[in-house]
């Protein structure tokens, strides 16, 4: 976090655990590059707008004993200290109040003392600022060298490989590929809608079983990565199951896009033994019908994990013109705040998606995930009874128009000023023009012959070591592996399941080691990666995901060609 804090960064500790998990044990300087990417540092301009929220009346000074209540009760509560420190200031405190504009003043200058600071070390040693792989870098503003920014996915038909976000190292393009000591390529040749097949076939007989059902999210992070409910399935008894996902197709707007509907959706399958830690991979939803796929298959009784999972080539950040922002809400000849017919609309969309176990209902566990997604934090039973007090329920669970209100409440709390249901709205995957554009709602069915399955969303969190092994092991044991030439230590191995081509890089070696990837050969493909061209640093002793890649244009033939070259 002080490095961070150096480079003219003020991260919370949830934006510091995102980075550091319990599985990292160093960052390497193009971890560090990555970071300060991603986090873009405070500007004047933010600053005071977050300040002027808290001052209603536009005096430009806060009362130290407001500071003090909203910096030890909300986000990542300060101690009475950390408080005081700032309140004896002298430069910007007097009288009891905090003046917010020489505050902002002082931290902007600091923010750059500390980034000229960081600068300086850097030129000591110049070497520093090349150890990210390739040579297609730009300094950004604060002077420290970066990979370039993945370029935005062309919706043109460019029979070239698509560039698309990553879901591991930033890539970037290695300086010379004559550089390589061992190759090897990969070529497979897909027909138009040969995507889709028909092995997975209800017949008649499994909607006769008992069925359990849960919805969920896929929601897209400014960073690009990918997060989503995960679950747990309870087998009372060993029976044969069915169990599919597929985009939910919640009520389409005249003239509105469903860009969700065409985001490819797996569940990976992991049976629980004596821990949670200790995750078994049972198999994954690889057959397809349409837009649903499923696995069919018998499971003994107990407790499984289901990791819902999308690969990150369709569902990305993609810059879009919007002409004007929706309106909200507007006040009636009555002068009281009304929700606009654009908004309400949106509201019942996400109300739709929110209702996890779909009985027209939010429970507090339901309605938790929304503010979790949306708030970063929980509602509690105290902060709940007052909702019953004040919004329509039924049995304990807020109703849509209680939900409606609740959502006008905000607005009149602001006395009509958006902001705050834009910063719900952004959340959730919403743009300014109300589209749903980064994130993709699911539904997850399970039919089962002999038992009743429950079905329980316990998390909502980005994809898992667990979810990234159970990939790259169902890769392996149903792909075709190649032996690196020259390197027996270096395997890569291709999957090729419907409409989706996986590989997967295992690296038996002592050391770590660097493989350029090159799609350029490839056709009419979409990759999740967002380079035709990059590298990727796999640890010894370990295995990761390449890349995935789908078609581009599904009523088209693609081709995968892809040369993957160990660097060193």
Known sequence: MEILQQAGRNPSQKTVNKYWTSQTTTLNFDDFCTILKKEKPATKPELLEAFRKIDADNTGYILHDELFKILTTRGEKMTRDEVSAITKQADFNCSGKLDYNKFCDLYMTTSEHCCKTARERLEVDSRLRQQQFGSQAEASSEGITVSKPSPRVSRKTDHKLAPTKGDSRTPSRPSSAQSCKASISTTISMGASSNRNTKLIEPDTVKEWQCAQSK???????????????????????????????????????????????????????????????????????????????????????????????????????????????????????????????????????????????????????????????????????????????????????????????????????????????????????????EMTEACPFVIDIYAEKCKPRIKAIYLEAGSWQLNRAICKSVVNKGEAKVMDGCENIIIYTYKAGRRITSVIENKTENKVIIHVNNEQSKNCLSNRGLAVFAVEVAPKSMMVSQHVMPLNEQEEWLYSCVHSLLR
């Open 216 to 434: 969920g999210c896929f929601y897209l992070e400014d960073d690009g990565e990918i997060i989503s409910h995960k679950y747990k399935l309870h087998l009372p008894q060993r029976s044969t199951v069915c169990i599919t996902i597929k985009p939910l197709n919640v009520r389409q707007v005249e003239g509105k896009s469903c860009h969700w509907l065409s985001v490819d959706t797996a569940l990976y399958i992991l049976k629980e033994n004596e821990t949670q830690e200790n995750l078994q991979v049972v198999s994954f939803t690889e057959q397809q019908n349409k837009e649903m796929f499923g696995w069919k298959g018998e499971l003994a009784s107990g407790i499984y994990w289901l990791l819902p999972f999308t690969t990150g080539c369709r569902l990305k950040k993609v810059k879009t013109q919007i002409t004007g922002e929706a309106k909200l809400v507007y006040r009636g000849e009555d002068g009281e705040l009304t929700l606009t017919k654009e908004f309400r609309a949106a509201l019942l969309d996400i109300f739709e998606t929110i209702d996890l176990d779909g009985n027209g209902l939010l429970s507090l566990e339901e309605y938790n995930f929304f503010e979790l997604r949306t708030s970063g934090e929980k509602c509690d039973e105290e902060a709940w009874a007052v909702c019953k007090e004040n919004f329509d329920m039924k049995k304990n669970e807020l109703t849509r128009q209680g939900f409606m209100d609740l959502n006008l409440m905000e607005a009149n709390d602001r006395e009509g000023d958006p902001s705050d249901l834009w910063v719900t709205l952004l959340s959730l995957g919403y743009n300014k023009a109300l």
